[in-house]
């Protein structure tokens, strides 16, 4: 079965870090594009950062340059998101996704994990 | 770069038939045929429901169609049924060194 599990998520104070991880399972993890996407409580969805499937390239929203790092480990079949300075706004359920060859979508998600940061 | 524009809720009666429009910029919708569409039940992870603007997954309803035309795109959802009810975010690529996806702000759609 094609899986992908977050973890690492949690409360966290303002200014605080945290890494987040996300396992993959059931498909070739290293020929893949990955992608973090967030969803602060109540509001819709928000690309973060994506990754190709060497590690070469690396993209990122605005909101989060120089604050967050993406990263894979093919080898342990793993997503991370490094998130250091967090502040309030980034509060969110994280979820990792699959990008699809050639731009189709992101057809495989994880669960998500909630991130709070909050004093 | 702005979130695409979507209207914030639509709905219908079961059996009939609702559009939700997904407008962007030159940028990203009007420049690429790399739109998807998400469905998103309270509390679950969203499901990719189309591609490349118009076409389906494997095991997605027929009942569900996208089109594009300039800036925007647009989901179509025929027949509706209870189960339809849910969010609905399009996004699509944008292709700049800074931003590779954008999402639509979302749509509730409610099946009356």
């Known amino acids: 079965e094609v899986q992908l599990v977050e973890s690492g998520g949690g409360l966290v104070q303002p200014g605080g870090s945290l890494r987040l991880s996300c396992a993959a399972s059931?498909?070739?993890?290293?020929?893949?594009?990955m992608s973090w996407v967030r969803q602060a409580p109540g509001k819709g969805l928000e690309w973060v950062a994506n990754?190709?499937?060497?590690?070469?390239?690396?993209?990122?929203v605005d909101s989060v340059k120089g604050r967050f790092t993406i990263s894979r480990d093919n080898a342990k079949n793993s997503l991370y998101l490094q998130m250091n300075s967090l502040r309030a706004e980034d509060t969110a359920v994280y979820y990792c996704?699959?990008?699809?060859?050639f731009g189709d979508g992101m057809d495989v998600w994880g669960q998500g994990t909630t991130v709070t940061v909050s004093s | 770069q702005s979130a695409l524009t979507q209207p914030a809720s639509v709905s219908g009666s079961p059996g009939q038939s609702i559009t939700i429009s997904c407008t962007g910029t030159?940028?990203?919708?009007?420049?690429?045929?790399?739109v998807s569409w998400y469905q998103q039940h309270p509390g679950k992870a969203p499901k990719l429901m189309i591609y490349?603007?118009?076409k389906r997954p494997s095991g997605v309803s027929n009942r569900f169609s996208g089109s594009k035309s300039g800036n925007t795109a647009s989901l179509t959802i025929s027949g509706l049924q209870a189960e339809d009810e849910a969010d609905y975010y399009c996004?699509?690529?944008?292709?700049?060194?800074?931003?590779?996806?954008?999402f639509g702000g979302g749509t509730k759609l409610t099946v009356l």
């Open positions: 996704a699959r990008e699809a060859p």
């Open positions: 059931g498909f070739t993890f290293s020929s893949y594009w």
């Open positions: 990754i190709k499937q060497d590690g070469s390239e690396k993209y990122y």
């Open positions: 030159s940028s990203d919708v009007g420049s690429y045929n790399l």
């Open positions: 490349e603007v118009s």
């Open positions: 996004c699509s690529y944008a292709g700049s060194s800074t931003l590779n996806w954008v």
